[in-house]
């Protein structure tokens, strides 16, 4: 196909092979191969042929071969003549069209070949339309002697409009237009003969007004006067031209290219879009000349500085004048040219700042920049597009946040992420060198009691300053950390021997207690520190500083103000809580709790007046848990709360089995009064067990006024509204227990057991007694004594007035089963049993 041109003329048109040719193929093989004969030489031409010719005359030719290689033209059809453009009188094949000489010969050669027809492939254009046929070589022996062959053209049936397969497979519009002249023959104007569909997507104009109308018509705005004279020469001169034209479309300026080629009257025009590569050209232009960025164009052969921006010549400080007498080398320090240099000279992909580079400004100054450097044509010439993001402040900035991201804002210490990596590369070290790393925790004493009394802000300026004490006492190779709020770490390095650490320790305990001014306040803190060291306690750091805290829990219980080393007993204690705590969760629904009860007997008549419910935990490997081992962990865990309701309503029931005048005296924890829910609980216990209130005695300790005493003592009201009696236990093992007595008007104060056992040895514990029962009597509320185990301490506390007593002397805490002997019975208060009164003779 590409060979062939098309074929425009018009005056004699090739008419289409008859139909019948396809039968005349098929009709000429097929006697072909019946004449063949049995010795598989040539059938002859008389019989294949002769006779048969005038049917299919026109579509056929007749070549004979005088000699070998050369080839004759005997007869010829008429159509077969206007395909291969030769008359009918034939002659030799040298005489021909070459293509069509080619064509017949290839047939011909294949048939002898094969000693078969065969077949070639050939084309022609007619009538704008492209044809293709088979050209068919039917080799024949003939009576005379030489070869002959019949040569027949079958047309495909698929034919294409050339027009059409041209014009349509370009994105670029197409156009014939023709001349329109003058009387004088001068060309005037010129009409739209044919265009493809880009021609009317480009002018943005529909087929129908293109079609045959005249240019001048149109209506494009563009300088039509000046496109018809380009035309109109270009016409007269039979030269192909190109040139630009733009015009404004309905959103945008359009822009192309008009290539044009006359033939005669005739003229091709194609109109290529050149918008887009104009536009990119103005958007770079927009892009360099405002961009924020500094930018430069270098030359890549001299790397001389072309065009500069703004951004540039402010950023860098040189006038644009310096910029273009510079080599884009001078941009980079005097060490850094060869190398820049080898790096342009070898860059072939766009670079997009992978690293950062550092520049050099006009007065000298370094600046951290991220350059994007790619190649790029412009205006003809080769250049280097160079663009930079300035990163000086940003690396600062990082360097900020990476301070920050590592360090604690209070005290500028390290935080938490820092101290874990330092601890993991000590401990690799001493994995070498087979030495010690002793870690410390630290926690403040009584910080809490400094931050809700002085408030936070003096809070904060404390640990402000005893972060400088810690600094200012530790070694250099010693690391110091703040974890949160007032805890602190330490990486003690390089340590010998245990007795550093302990001595280390000791000298911060000391540091840390002497007292701090604090806006115009003393305030006095302590430090507790447990101690972990690697390898013997852990090798990890996780590990580590988790032992070391356990350390410090325990020098927290030992007293505060001390240190501790870490020892795997304490590990297991936590261990054994855990289990405990599963078993503890477990408990209540197993109904493993039960309740004993313990009386409290009225010093003025002898009799029962009241039973303390005291709980008992009957664990089925460990038998009867004391309260004082799990209470503490259920508060800890919330499971207080489901317990205490459980004891006040299983209390409250029983207590309704006996005689109206004993009361039930029960305990609360005061993680009870957390979340105001205690009133809702105690009502409900009434409800269900349908107790007169004014036979509940509720138990509270001190530490219920403690906290959120507001809310609890509202709470207590409540309580009392409800005709409850509320207890003071345990008193004066507290802190300044007397102002507490004044916070609520409570019904009892029990005097702890701690007094009452200490009566006979210490004198403070008398006058305590005295004072409380003293106090009883002044505000008119009753006084128990607890713990009560010998007749000497009944007669003294007899003596002092106290109103009710509770102890072994009495009775231990018994199962609910066990009470009905107690109720019926009455204590002789006056007398001493026959063994005390011994006891009493011999110490005295
Ligand atoms: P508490 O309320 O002060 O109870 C008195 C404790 O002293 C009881 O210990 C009792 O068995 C013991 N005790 C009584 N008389 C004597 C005596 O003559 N000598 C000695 N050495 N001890 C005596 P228990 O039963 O082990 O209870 C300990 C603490 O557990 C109670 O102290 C109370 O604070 C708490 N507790 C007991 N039951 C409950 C409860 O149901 N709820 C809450 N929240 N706490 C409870
Ligand atoms: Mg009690
Ligand atoms: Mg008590």
Not at 206 to 215: F, M, N, V, Y
Not at 698 to 703: D, N, P, Q
């Amino acid at each position: 196909m590409k060979h062939h041109t098309p074929d425009h003329t018009p005056s004699a048109p090739v008419e289409p092979l008859a139909t019948g040719s396809r039968r005349a193929i098929d009709y000429l093989l097929l006697r072909w191969r019946s004449e063949r004969p049995a010795d598989g030489t040539l059938p002859p031409y008389e019989n294949v042929a002769l006779g048969n010719l005038g049917h299919f005359a026109d579509s056929m030719a007749l070549v004979v071969q005088p000699a070998p290689g050369n080839f004759n033209l005997a007869r010829v059809g008429s159509l077969f003549g206007k395909w291969g453009e030769f008359s009918r009188d034939g002659g030799s094949f040298s005489s021909l069209r070459p293509d069509r000489a080619h064509s017949m010969r290839d047939a011909i050669h294949y048939s002898l070949q094969s000693k078969e027809p065969a077949r070639v492939t050939t084309h022609q254009v007619a009538q704008g339309q492209f044809e293709t046929y088979d050209l068919w070589a039917l080799p024949l022996s003939s009576l005379w002697g030489p070869e002959v062959f019949v040569l027949v053209l079958d047309r495909r049936e698929t034919r294409h409009d050339v027009l059409d397969t041209m014009f349509g497979a370009s994105d670029e519009g197409m156009i014939a237009l023709t001349a329109i002249m003058d009387a004088n023959r001068e060309v005037v104007d010129f009409q739209f003969v044919a265009f493809n569909e880009g021609a009317s997507r480009l002018l943005n104009l529909p087929a129908e007004r293109l079609q045959w109308s005249r240019l001048s018509e149109l209506g494009l705005e563009l300088e039509e006067s000046e496109v018809i004279e380009n035309l109109a020469r270009a016409t007269k001169r039979g030269e192909r031209i190109s040139f630009e034209v733009s015009y404004p479309g309905s959103d945008e300026l359009r822009h192309f290219k008009v290539s044009v080629s006359p033939a005669g009257e005739l003229l091709t025009v194609t109109l290529t879009d050149i918008a887009d590569i104009k536009n990119r050209e103005r958007s770079f232009r927009i892009l360099f000349e405002g961009n924020p960025l500094p930018m430069w164009l270098v030359d890549s052969e001299s790397l001389r500085i072309l065009q500069v921006n703004e951004a540039a010549i402010r950023h860098y400080g040189y006038s644009a004048e310096q910029f273009l007498s510079m080599n884009t080398l001078e941009i980079v320090p005097r060490t850094r040219r060869d190398e820049f240099e080898t790096f342009l000279n070898t860059l072939d992909t766009p670079y997009q700042g992978r690293d950062v580079w550092t520049h050099v400004r006009s007065d000298g100054a370094l600046m951290e920049v991220y350059p994007y450097i790619r190649r790029m044509d412009l205006a003809g010439s080769q250049t280097f597009v160079i663009s930079v993001v300035d990163v000086t402040e940003r690396r600062k900035a990082e360097a900020r946040i990476e301070h920050m991201a590592h360090h604690d804002a209070l005290t500028g210490l390290p935080n938490r992420v820092l101290f874990r990596t330092r601890l993991n590369e000590a401990l690799q070290r001493a994995k070498m060198s087979q030495g010690m790393v002793v870690v410390f925790c630290l926690d403040l004493d009584h910080f809490k009691g400094v931050n809700d009394t002085l408030g936070h802000p003096i809070g904060d300026k404390l640990l402000q300053a005893v972060a400088r004490r810690f600094s200012s006492t530790l070694r250099r190779s010693d690391f110091v950390a703040r974890l949160g709020g007032d805890e602190f770490a330490i990486i003690v390095n390089e340590v010998e021997q245990i007795a550093e650490a302990s001595r280390l320790a000791s000298r911060l305990i000391d540091v840390i207690s002497l007292p701090f001014e604090i806006d115009g306040h003393q305030v006095v803190v302590g430090t507790s520190i447990g101690i972990a060291v690697a390898p013997h306690d852990g090798q990890e750091p996780d590990l580590l500083l988790k032992n070391a805290d356990m350390a410090l829990y325990r020098s927290k219980n030992d007293g505060r103000s001390t240190f501790r080393y870490f020892e795997t007993e304490m590990d297991t204690r936590l261990q054994a809580r855990r289990a405990m705590e599963l078993d503890l969760r477990r408990a209540l629904n197993a109904k493993e709790f039960t309740l004993y009860y313990q009386p409290l007997v009225s010093l003025s008549t002898g009799r029962v007046c009241a039973f303390e419910a005291l709980l008992r935990w009957n664990h089925p490997e460990r038998g009867l848990v004391s309260p004082q081992e799990f209470i503490p962990l259920a508060e800890e865990i919330g499971l207080i709360m489901d317990i205490g309701a459980w004891v006040l309503e299983q209390a409250c029931r029983e207590a309704t089995r006996w005689p109206n005048d004993v009361r039930i005296a029960i305990n609360l924890s005061p993680v009870q009064f957390r979340g105001n829910r205690i009133v809702q609980a105690v009502s409900h216990a009434l409800e269900m067990s349908g107790i007169d209130p004014g036979r509940v005695e509720l138990e509270i300790t001190e530490s219920v006024l403690l906290h959120d005493s507001e809310a609890n003592v509202r709470s207590l009201r409540a309580l009392k509204d409800l005709g409850i009696h509320i207890a003071m236990d345990d008193f004066g093992t507290g802190y300044s227990s007397l102002s507490y007595l004044q916070k609520f008007p409570f019904d009892k104060i029990k005097i702890d057991q701690y007094f009452v056992r200490t009566l006979s040895d210490r004198p403070e514990a008398s006058a305590i007694v005295r004072a409380v029962t003293g106090l009883g009597r002044s505000l008119q509320i009753a006084t128990t004594a607890e713990g009560v185990e010998t007749a000497e301490q009944l007669v003294h506390l007899q003596k002092e007035g106290c109103t009710q007593v509770q102890g072994y002397l009495f009775s231990r805490p018994l199962p609910a089963d066990q009470l009905a002997g107690l109720l019926s019975r009455s204590f002789s208060l006056t007398e001493e049993s026959p063994a005390e009164k011994n006891i009493r003779k011999i110490a005295g």
